[in-house]
């Protein structure tokens, strides 16, 4: 391929639809850790990765550039649904918390590329 860095963003395109919940967790009746429930319903519109004008879409999720989940791979789909598609994203309380730098990537790609 030419040009792969131009094809690649022309791949970028569509919606995720996701929702979160904090959820305090407590361990031996003290707050020592926190949890965040991350959801991954579907994502809408994606870009046609594949040559037959499909896309075979999964997620990865990543927390400060950890990897924290990943969703099945649904195949031939340009609007996949997932399901049971939840990822507790558990840290700890204190200095080690999440921050406002803190960053959630959810990242959708072709498992054929």
């Known amino acids: ?8 963003q022309s ?7 996701i929702r979160g919940r904090y959820a305090p967790e407590e361990v031996d009746d003290t707050r020592e850790k926190d949890k965040f429930i991350l959801t991954l ?12 004008g ?15 989940g990943q969703t099945e791979v649904i195949s031939n789909d340009l609007n996949p649904v997932w399901r049971n598609a939840n990822f507790d994203i558990s840290f700890p ?3 080690d918390a999440l921050t406002q730098a803190s960053v959630l990537e959810i990242l959708v790609y072709d498992s054929d590329l």
């Open 1 to 8: 391929m030419p040009n792969l860095a131009a094809h690649l």
């Open 11 to 17: 791949l970028v395109q569509g919606e995720i639809e």
């Open 41 to 52: 319903f579907e994502a809408k519109n994606l870009a046609k990765a594949d040559t037959f």
């Open 54 to 68: 499909l896309s075979d879409p999964f997620c990865i999720v990543k927390l400060d550039e950890r990897i924290v």
């Open 93 to 95: 309380v204190g200095e």
